[in-house]
């Protein structure tokens, strides 16, 4: 070997020592970085005496595609369930306090202590004061769960804005990547952030993608709707200024093809979006069907009746009155618009004892003629709220019960709902910490073997010095010597 393949060996040799170092001191850096990929300087051989360093990323396609998926189900789970906590304390209270069926429940005792002595008319003006908590409890609920909607909306608005930007960032990313990789250049750094714009981009909706030529990505929803392909496909929503029982909300478009909340029950949901369409029109609008059917209920169970007559509203009374609303029929935003009829309410001018002797709608409804003792009425009220009467099944509460049964029954849905929810986003939590887990000890930086290797290449750098150092006291030698 001549001594100058042995120079240019050696100086390949310390340039590579160098390049590597410099990977290994990176990796370090970036030890606590979850978005950054290990690299590894691999040194081939390209010519006798010569050598170069490849950088290779340490990614796992298979991990890192099932980490998005649980990205993507704990956003959904987590968005889902902190809704229902909130929507739980402001339409039922802390501890149900002002729930309807505490409400009714207060109503039934005030009825109670009515009934055991009908002539003292300040029990029957207690009686007025509980139904008008039952309908303060039923209109304030109503109010609270369009609220609600209305600010989901809101927030599936903003979700939409927070896509558009990252997907207009992912667009950048992805043509450094196709930039790099066509010029041959490292594009490490490139596609970790393209990978870090998937996982947020995950948080949002369920994502799959594949790459084609060149590194280019595209990125397609779980249902099949393009998210990006080349440049970002357009993702649309029109919020709304206020909801209404009843109202539907507007639907969220991916390249014009409406997102879908999910399939199944109300206690899961893939990815923010899903999470807030499914507490807007899942939860919060079933759990106003249900304060309508109890508004309903009530209505029923108050009305006043007589022989050859239609039945009337009585305690209880809405925009439909005298009629009373169909049987086993949902009326929308009945909740929000009962109220105390006005016969009944002496700070109205009204006359609480109508209530023991019947007769708000005229002489033909008046049940006591006189008796002040007389509490059959009373009491055939209080029975009403505990029998069994038709309700909508479309508002998840399919067993038959009374007025009083269905309000405790949709206190029970609602926390049963809650707390599957609640397992579902421990479940999906700790899957996601898992994958997560798994896909850095797989492809992330384990800082005692960067430091191992960093101590390796000191060695190979100093021997690689040493030759360049014996060549050139021999190069030394000989020029002297030609001297």
Do not use: C
């Not at 599936?156 to 930007?165: G, K, M, P």
């Not at 981009?201 to 080349?230: A, C, H, K, Q, W």
């Not at 609640?422 to 005692?448: F, I, Y």
Request: hydrophobic share 40%.
């Amino acid at each position: 070997m001549s001594l100058s393949s042995a120079l240019s060996i050696a100086q390949s040799a310390l340039l590579a020592t160098s390049k590597q170092t410099s990977v290994v001191s990176r990796n370090v850096a970036d030890a606590s970085n979850p978005d950054y990929t290990r690299r590894i300087a691999v040194v081939t051989s390209t010519a006798p005496g010569a050598r170069a360093v490849e950088i290779q990323r340490t990614a796992n396609d298979l991990l890192f595609r099932q980490n998005l998926s649980a990205l993507s189900a704990w956003s959904g789970q987590s968005a889902l369930y902190d809704g229902m906590d909130q929507l739980d304390l402001s339409v039922n209270g802390v501890d149900n306090a002002s729930s309807p069926s505490t409400a009714i429940a207060n109503l039934q005792k005030a009825l109670q202590l009515y009934a055991t002595t009908p002539s003292n008319q300040n029990l029957g003006t207690s009686v007025v004061d509980a139904a008008k908590q039952v309908v303060n409890s039923l209109n304030s609920g109503t109010k609270a769960i369009q609220d609600f909607r209305t600010q989901a909306d809101s927030q599936i608005a903003t979700a939409v804005n927070d896509l558009n930007s990252l997907l207009s960032q992912f667009q950048d990313a992805n043509r450094a990547v196709i930039s790099g990789t066509r010029s041959g250049t490292d594009v490490s750094d490139a596609l970790d952030q393209r990978d870090a714009l998937l996982k947020k981009i995950s948080e949002y909706v369920p994502i799959s993608t594949f790459t084609r030529g060149d590194n280019d990505m595209v990125i397609t929803t779980r249902d099949g709707s393009t998210l990006f392909e080349t440049v970002p496909r357009s993702v649309t929503f029109t919020p709304s200024s206020g909801y209404s029982a009843g109202t539907p909300g507007n639907t969220v478009y991916i390249d014009n093809v409406p997102v879908s909340a999910g399939t199944g029950d109300n206690t899961t949901a893939d990815g923010k979006l899903a999470g807030l369409l499914k507490l807007r029109d899942g939860v919060a609008s079933t759990m106003q069907s249900q304060l309508d059917e109890i508004a309903r209920g009530l209505i029923t169970a108050f009305a006043e009746t007589a022989p050859s007559q239609p039945n009337a509203t009585g305690l209880f009374t809405w925009s439909g009155a005298p009629a009373i609303p169909a049987a086993g029929t949902l009326v929308d935003g009945l909740a929000g618009s009962i109220s105390v009829n006005a016969a009944f309410d002496p700070s109205a001018g009204g006359n609480p004892a109508l209530l023991r002797d019947g007769g708000a709608n005229g002489a033909a409804y008046v049940v006591n003629t006189g008796g002040a003792s007389y509490a059959d009425l009373l009491i055939s009220y209080g029975n009403k709220l505990d029998q069994p009467m038709a309700f909508d099944t479309s508002t998840g509460i399919a067993v038959s019960s009374g007025v009083s049964d269905y309000a405790a029954n949709a206190i029970g849905w609602f926390e049963g709902v809650r707390q599957q929810a609640s397992t579902n986003a421990d479940s999906k939590q700790a899957l996601a910490a898992r994958t997560a887990e798994a896909l850095s000890n797989d492809t992330g930086v384990n800082v005692d073997q960067e430091m191992s290797l960093l101590l390796d290449l000191e060695h190979t750098y100093q021997a690689s010095a040493h030759m360049m150092k014996t060549v050139g006291d021999m190069l030394d030698s000989l020029l002297a010597a030609v001297g």
